[in-house]
């Protein structure tokens, strides 16, 4: 549901001077005021509230006008020194006072502001605490609160009916989860023996912190066209608005009927990526060396399933997956950079049309797993990693701010997005090292496997011509 908000812009733009606006906002459904920093008993009592209704601002260091008109009347603030430990407090309330832990988020305003008389050494602390669909938020004390129209104060709800529509209430959400996880895309009908990568990726996972983009088309092709990043890209010539936001395709040098990378985006901050995955299936074994031709490892590979007993296998080449998720990691990046959003995202990958399909990487440490446990092999026709269809069910993608260096954070965002597809699969999503002690890690190995995968290519594209 759409957020109130009592200012013209985000809490992350505001600006000490921007509380002016709450002469004019009084406390109740959305807003409380408080002079000081209550104990954490209380502030879990409002934020938990907040989340149990329609979600709102909670002020600490701004006094209301009166009770007969209560909206902000004056700005003492909280002592700067505090500030630190006042945080610190407010983190811990709601880590050990409610359950389930609702979202919010914080800002600290300073002072001077002579726009609302704030002193040099005062501060306010600004909380906005969202709606949430993972409500109801239970108390410490047992008791579930929620905001209640002129009350300045939460209240603890007891109606059973009210109770029973807090514990619906991510019902529709978990719906809308689970028919976007099971639309797949139409194929025609020689599409539908070719294997398909399909990522879902959401920022605003619970719908709770009201996220929406007014990214123009222009800025859209902008990010979305661009050839070079810091590790990759993915760039897109096509990209077009469509019903819910917008489509961006790679048409240069493929016909624009078959369905290639492409990648839809929705102002809510939610792709889809649709990946074409490389299947061979050869009559004879051996020939396999010849289609694959520039890998390092493809006779080893060829050897391993003659061994293991494998006649006429449908082989999917992954091995330029890796360097094809950088570009996405970068491209999403790019997205969510310009939206403003700078939390971590979550994703889900979809392998379809994958039926008894065994997968081929170029990196020796997979072999040998290969060697040791046999050749893994999908046995459904679809795939969902990870399992689930509700949102709960997804893996965090984290930024890594922490992480010093872009292209460390970028490879960490990819090796996460990648574990997904490695699980599905059966090979390993992380390895430090390989097993003879090379100083190669795991990354380095795909990477260049991807850069072989661009030398087979090449190599295919001579022999047809």
């Not at 009201?210 to 990214?215: G, H, L, N, Q």
């Not at 999917?316 to 999403?332: A, C, H, K, P, S």
């Not at 069910?393 to 460390?408: L, N, T």
């Amino acid at each position: 549901m759409s957020a109130y908000s009592p200012f013209d812009k985000n809490l992350k733009d505001l600006d000490t001077s921007s509380l002016s606006a709450l002469s004019q906002a009084a406390e109740g459904w959305y807003i409380e005021y408080k002079r000081e920093v209550p104990n954490a008993a209380s502030i879990a009592k409002s934020i938990s509230a907040f989340a149990n209704t329609y979600g709102g601002w909670l002020f600490y260091g701004i006094a209301e006008k009166s009770k007969e008109d209560a909206v902000a009347g004056a700005f003492p603030g909280v002592p700067q020194t505090e500030v630190d430990s006042y945080l610190q407090r407010i983190r811990q309330a709601i880590a050990g006072h409610v359950n389930p832990s609702p979202h919010f988020d914080a800002k600290v305003l300073y002072g001077p502001c002579d726009t609302i008389g704030l002193a040099a050494d005062r501060a306010i602390i600004c909380i906005q605490a969202p709606w949430s669909p993972a409500a109801p938020h239970v108390h410490k004390s047992g008791q579930i609160y929620r905001r209640v129209a002129d009350g300045s104060e939460p209240r603890p709800e007891s109606d059973r009916f009210v109770l029973d529509q807090l514990f619906r209430r991510a019902d529709d959400l978990r719906e809308h989860y689970r028919n976007w996880i099971n639309s797949d895309p139409e194929f025609s009908k020689g599409e539908e023996e070719r294997p398909y990568l399909r990522l879902m990726l959401v920022a605003d996972l619970w719908h709770d912190r009201d996220v929406r983009s007014v990214m123009s088309v222009d800025e859209i092709r902008d990010i979305m066209g661009q050839t070079a990043g810091v590790l990759g890209a993915v760039p897109f010539d096509a990209v077009h608005t469509t019903s819910t936001g917008f489509v961006a395709r790679q048409l240069t040098n493929n016909n624009p009927f078959n369905l290639g990378v492409t990648w839809r985006f929705q102002p809510t901050l939610i792709s889809e990526v649709l990946i074409p995955l490389n299947l061979h299936v050869p009559h004879r074994i051996e020939s396999l060396s010849y289609e694959l031709n520039g890998y390092e490892n493809m006779d080893r590979f060829a050897r391993l399933l003659i061994a293991q007993r494998h006649e006429q296998p449908r082989v999917v080449d992954l091995n330029y997956l890796f360097n094809l998720l950088i570009g996405v990691v970068e491209t999403q990046n790019r997205l969510l950079n310009k939206a403003g959003w700078t939390s971590s995202y979550f994703a889900k990958a979809r392998l379809l049309n994958v039926w008894r399909t065994v997968p081929f990487l170029d990196v020796p440490p997979v072999l040998v797993g290969f060697e040791k446990h046999g050749i893994p092999m999908c046995l459904d026709g679809e795939v969902t990693t990870p399992d689930g269809s509700g949102p709960e069910d997804f893996a965090e993608i984290s930024r890594f701010d922490e992480i010093d260096g872009e292209p460390a954070r970028i490879l960490l965002q990819t090796l996460a997005l990648f574990e997904p597809v490695a699980r599905a699969y059966g090979f390993p999503g992380w390895i430090d090292h390989d097993p003879v002690g090379s100083a190669l890690i795991y990354y380095e190995e795909l990477q260049s496997a991807g850069r072989r995968a661009m030398e087979v290519q090449r190599f295919r594209n001579e022999r047809e011509r």
